[in-house]
């Protein structure tokens, strides 16, 4: 398996480049409108072609790139539920396998951050790479105050899915703020502040009293990444 990852400085977020050499097949997760030039580029140096691009939640801080690579690829768009996101080729599901070549993307269902938060698990051999968008974070998690987020479903999602891969399982955050680029289950499990309330009451306290500001590009992206990305 090949695996890039590809950083927005604006809104500190990660995209990542997952492809099967074999079959030259290739999956974008969380790509960013304004980098879709780089994306056709780095396709097209590694030669590969682009059969799904993925959103792991409706963002608030970023405009996805998913309608532009389909308009310039053809590719398949999956974000959220079934008909949540019209614009979306197809909505996801807990369970649901995207195959690309030969590399099978499972889709786990993570609510908390938002109603619609997926997870991306690729297992290559003896090796799981996870890919956790705004479910789990090194040294933290994502918030729970907009979107119909829920604190409580976001500590069900982490003990009862997301911590229970083995240890070594890698973790790739959908966005970092200090520089850090992967991590392992294991890794969080011992050194993650927002992982150390004992109980689901105590995480719900600590979630609830974070009083973070809205993310600035909330109320552009939001509505646009309902849209894929595409102005109407």
Same mark, same amino acid.
């Given at each position: ?59 608030? *801080? ?113 966005? *970092? ?56």
């Amino acid at each position: 398996m090949l695996l890039r990852q590809l950083f927005d400085k604006e809104s500190s977020t990660y995209t990542y480049l997952i492809a099967d050499e074999a079959s030259g097949e290739a999956a974008l997760i969380d790509p960013v409108d304004v980098h879709h030039d780089m994306y056709l580029r780095l396709l097209m140096e590694l030669g590969l072609k682009l059969t799904v691009a993925l959103d792991t939640h409706v963002h608030a *801080d970023h405009v996805t790139a998913l309608g532009l690579l389909r308009e310039s690829t053809g590719c398949a768009t999956m974000v959220g539920f079934e008909g949540e996101v019209d614009c979306a080729s197809e909505g996801l599901e807990d369970g649901k396998i995207i195959n690309v070549g030969a590399v099978a993307i499972n889709v786990i269902f993570t609510p908390g951050h938002t109603d619609d938060s997926f997870c991306f698990l690729v297992k290559d051999g003896d090796q799981n790479y996870l890919f956790t968008g705004d479910t789990l974070f090194i040294r933290g998690t994502g918030r729970t105050d907009f979107q119909n987020g829920d604190a409580g479903q976001l500590y069900d999602s982490l003990h009862q899915k997301v911590l229970t891969l083995p240890g070594n399982t890698l973790v790739y955050p959908g966005h *970092d703020y200090k520089g850090w680029t992967v991590s392992t289950i294991g890794e969080e499990l011992r050194a993650n502040p927002r992982l150390e309330p004992e109980t689901r009451d105590a995480f719900i306290e600590l979630m609830d009293n974070l009083d973070l500001p809205d993310p600035k590009m909330m109320d552009v992206a939001v509505p646009a990444n309902r849209e894929c990305g595409l102005k109407k």
